[in-house]
């Protein structure tokens, strides 16, 4: 659009550390050199009130918008994206340009101290960008896809999608029957059923954080539906959960499967992701179990 091109104040995604209600960069992850495009001056300054999906929400005036720069939320991270969305814009105050009056439901939006949030989810792989002769939602597209953030990683891998074909392929060609072997012997291993569970935190901000656990079936057999469950030990509260339903008593969360995530193949994964609050310290979780087996911490 005509107001980003006029721009060339080039700085990192993430925020400064210690702003209040500001995300700040994981120490784990890659280095940025994705472009902050400042806000024009003609920018309203307005209040999220709703959050629709990843790239929807309401705004307190009334009106519904579109975030301009980010495509359509993939079905896979949908639910992620949504989580995303409210975490970082849902009460918050935000910035709109109001941009081409003939675009009425569509328009750029920065944060409060200047991040234009459709740069910032589209570096962190939560949804893709729309932009692509743009310079840095390109470059913000390819960090997180190299990084395997977001929809990038497991169990999503992107959704690629390639090229269909109605053509049926042609058959084989035919050839004489190969003799039949001599029969053999086999024996089948009795199921073992075995897990095991990486913790990583994803986001951080000031009081609140997100996190995935990523489920691998080591066992020999694979698992059809399944519950998660772990520890707090530092009084952490779980407020958002997606590709899976979740509820908390006390310190010990439990995490069950959805009807799209409920079968993990013998070497597969899945990830849990969640959206949890914290006090001070945020100590990762204990007592990793999935239907009541113990799962080995990677």
């Not at 910035?95 to 589209?122: F, R």
């Not at 390819?142 to 395997?148: C, D, F, I, V």
């Not at 074909?165 to 190969?178: E, I």
């Not at 951080?204 to 698992?223: E, H, L, M, Q």
Request: proline content about 11%; glycine content about 10%; some cysteine.
């Amino acid at each position: 659009m005509s107001s980003r091109s006029a721009i060339s104040a080039v700085a990192a995604i993430f925020l400064a550390t210690g702003c209040t209600g500001s995300p700040a960069p994981v120490t784990s992850a890659p280095p940025t050199t994705h472009r902050l495009i400042a806000p024009p001056t003609i920018a309203n300054t307005l209040t999220v009130h709703g959050v629709e999906d990843g790239r929807t929400v309401l705004l307190s005036d009334g009106t519904r918008i579109r975030v301009a720069g980010l495509a359509a939320p993939e079905e896979c991270w949908a639910g992620a994206a949504t989580a995303f969305a409210k975490a970082f814009l849902l009460d918050k105050p935000v910035k709109v340009d109001p941009g081409d009056p003939a675009i009425v439901d569509e328009a750029p939006l920065w944060l409060d101290d200047g991040t234009e949030y459709a740069l910032l989810a589209v570096s962190q792989g939560v949804l893709r960008g729309d932009s692509p002769h743009d310079p840095a939602f390109r470059d913000a597209e390819a960090a997180a896809t190299k990084a395997g953030l977001g929809l990038w990683g497991a169990p999503c891998r992107g959704q690629a999608k390639g090229p269909t074909s109605t053509t049926p392929p042609p058959p084989p060609p035919t050839a004489a029957p190969a003799p039949k072997p001599a029969p053999t012997t086999t024996t089948t291993p009795a199921p073992v059923f075995g897990c095991a569970v990486n913790y990583r935190v994803t986001y951080r901000w000031n009081g609140g954080y997100n996190a995935d656990v990523t489920i691998t079936n080591t066992g020999n057999t694979p698992i059809s539906g399944w519950t998660l469950r772990w520890t707090f030990t530092r009084g952490q509260i779980m407020t958002d959960i997606w590709n899976a339903t979740g509820q908390q008593s006390g310190s010990n969360v439990t995490a069950t499967n959805v009807s799209y995530s409920a079968n993990i193949p013998v070497g597969g994964t899945q990830v849990v992701g969640y959206t949890g609050n914290h006090r001070a310290e945020n100590p990762d979780p204990i007592g990793f179990s999935l239907n009541n087996h113990p799962c080995q911490i990677r």
